[in-house]
């Protein structure tokens, strides 16, 4: 993949991150243990069940959902993209569905935990995360819950937000925010190597109220909804990256 990366010219070949599998996975190529033991951690703290089965939705390569099948739990993985849940089916064995997050094809009532992670419900439009709420609703078992990685109300940041450098290369990550509107963001990823750009994605997001969430998730059927400061277990989230956690009777 060093190879590939260092091949690559900024204005001649691109590579859409999140179709292209392998470049996806060195660029988000962290161990997920954090995230994983963040899940778990809420999940005991917030639900009555036993964590037996999970679905992530957005699962991409399927690196967080592989971390939870090793601790015992089973896992469905769902995205939108094939290419994706074929990587994760080759290479981490996992049980990875091509579906839409609005259209679930998965029984009611199966499962203890629905999550998605690293925004990806804000790509959704209006009616398209109310359409994911009753989907999620529907396919939680009581007692259950729905985990949202969400930024809401206003950015974390403008410009650039984050830079990492990709392992085993020479290339840097760059995530930021380039514009913001009423009810959106435009956000942006970028990978260098050197002076070349490799990709550069840009996205428009929806930007929800936490009002609107709450309302939503109420009116879907949570008996219970709370919002919380990313990997804390207790600290109120107004604004910004938010764990948004919805409980079902």
């Known amino acids: 993949m060093k190879d590939r990366l260092d091949n690559f010219t900024s204005f001649k070949t691109w590579i859409d991150v999140y179709k292209s599998p392998e470049f996806y996975e060195q660029v988000f190529g962290w161990e997920p243990d954090a995230e994983v033991e963040y899940i778990v951690a809420l999940f005991n703290k917030y639900s009555t069940r036993v964590l037996k089965r999970t679905v992530e939705v957005g699962s991409g390569t399927g690196r967080v959902s592989s971390g ?44 203890d935990l629905v999550f998605s992670m690293l925004s990806t419900l804000n790509h959704l439009k209006v009616n398209e995360l109310k359409a994911f709420f009753e989907q999620a609703y529907s396919i939680t078992g009581g007692g259950g819950m729905v985990v949202a990685d969400m930024v809401i109300n206003k950015v974390p940041c403008t410009g650039v937000c984050d830079e990492w450098k990709i392992e085993g290369t020479d290339c840097v990550a760059s995530w930021g925010v380039m514009e913001v509107g009423e009810g959106y963001y435009l956000d942006f990823l970028e990978v260098r190597c050197g002076e070349r750009v490799v990709t550069r994605t840009m996205s428009r997001m929806y930007l929800p109220r936490l009002a609107y969430l709450r309302n939503i998730l109420k009116h879907v059927g949570f008996s219970e909804v709370y919002s919380l400061k990313s990997f804390t277990l207790n600290k109120p989230c107004n604004s910004g990256r938010c764990f948004v956690v919805a409980i079902k009777k």
């Not at 939870?68 to 981490?92: F, K, P, Q």
């Not at 091509?98 to 009611?108: I, K, M, Q």
């Open 68 to 111: 939870l099948r090793s601790r015992g739990i089973e896992v469905v993985a769902v995205d939108l993209e094939y290419s994706m849940n074929s990587y994760a089916h080759r290479y981490r064995g996992l049980d990875a569905l091509t579906a839409d997050a609005c259209r679930l094809p998965l029984r009611d009532n199966m499962f």
